[in-house]
């Protein structure tokens, strides 16, 4: 299915950065089920609430229109940030292999550029709309 943004689906579900923000929660518990028993209710935690974060706020934003789409999509990339700096602290930490770290960060990293592609044009939209209004 071929992405041109925000402004041209029906439902969230149709934007690209959330069904690869969807995939990315599925890995991400994936892998942190393997993580060490005592990192159940800390690190474990912490990167699962941040992953389910992205795609839920997509979802959120999205169904509530272009202003607080905005909004949204910020805590979205924050979400994004907080999981890329986690992920980091437990490869460091040698919880997860440099294969399945570069797997997690790469789509990530792409998840965040789709977020910042999308949130661009929404506020290109919002300001174009205000300049109409005066």
Do not use: W
Not at 63 to 69: D, H, I, K, L, N
Request: some cysteine; overall charge positive.
């Amino acid at each position: 299915m071929k992405d041109s943004g925000p402004s041209s689906v029906n439902d969230y579900s149709d934007l690209i950065a959330y069904q690869k923000a969807y995939d990315l929660v599925l890995r991400v518990y994936r892998l942190t089920g393997s993580f060490p028993k005592e990192e159940q209710y800390g690190l474990t935690s912490q990167i699962r609430r941040a992953a389910v974060s992205i795609p839920s706020n997509i979802a959120e934003g999205f169904m509530r229109g272009s202003r607080e789409y905005a909004h949204f999509l910020k805590i979205a990339l924050g979400s994004a940030a907080e999981l890329e700096t986690q992920l980091s602290i437990s490869k460091d930490l040698g919880y997860c292999g440099i294969d399945q770290f570069e797997s997690i960060h790469s789509l990530t990293k792409e998840v965040l550029r789709l977020l910042t592609s999308y949130l661009g044009r929404i506020n290109d939209r919002i300001s174009e709309g205000s300049k109409r209004k005066t």
